[in-house]
């Protein structure tokens, strides 16, 4: 049967499935070039770049099996997304995954994020054949560094003048958790709820 990310219930999220009617609420958010600022993505300019996100990049990556991206909708506004977090694979052969998330504005400095990405850590390290899931971020991306730390990540190194985007060079930290980390990690979810969506 083709993969579909399930349900995952934390304390105040529900991770679910990206369909193609959010496209609205994706262009509401990811057309705000602050929520971008330091992405590898552009800000959507139209509805058409939400639409095009999910059909050239969501439904892909389900079909190759990856939890990657989840949908991020709040418990208390059912129905609507806010942000996107999930996990693709690096190498399968190394067992190695990398974190990726995003989220309105609306909703920073609330930990949501934190919510959300330690439900996926736990689901990716519990369901799937990995031991290492690598996170990496613009140096200058002081606040999702910290969200990263308090993961349990650990940093591994700056690597220089990596990337060439918007026309400069950007410096990107790298930083990984271990399956075996993670376990013993005390932020980690003590229990969540997954419902396969049929």
Sequence with gaps: MPYT???????????????????PAIFEYARNPNVS?????????????SEKMISEYVLPS????????????????????????????????????????AISED????????????????????????????????????PSLKVIKKLGFKEEGILRAEIKHRDRFWDMVYTSLLKSEWSNHQDKPTTRKQSEIR
């Design 5 to 23: 990310p399930p349900n995952i219930h934390t304390e105040r999220l529900l991770l679910r499935a990206i369909t193609k009617a959010d496209a």
């Design 37 to 49: 600022h330091y992405t590898l993505w552009e800000p959507h300019l139209s509805l058409a770049d």
């Design 62 to 101: 389900y079909s190759r099996g990856e939890p990657e991206p989840f949908g991020i909708e709040r418990l208390s506004a059912p129905g609507k997304m806010v942000g996107t977090v999930g996990c693709f694979w690096v190498s399968k052969a190394n067992e190695c995954m990398e974190l990726a998330y």
């Design 107 to 142: 909703y920073w400095g609330q930990g949501l994020v934190a919510e959300a990405a330690s439900a996926v850590l736990d689901y990716v390290f519990s369901e799937l054949p990995v031991n290492r899931i690598q996170c990496r971020c613009k140096i200058e991306n002081a």
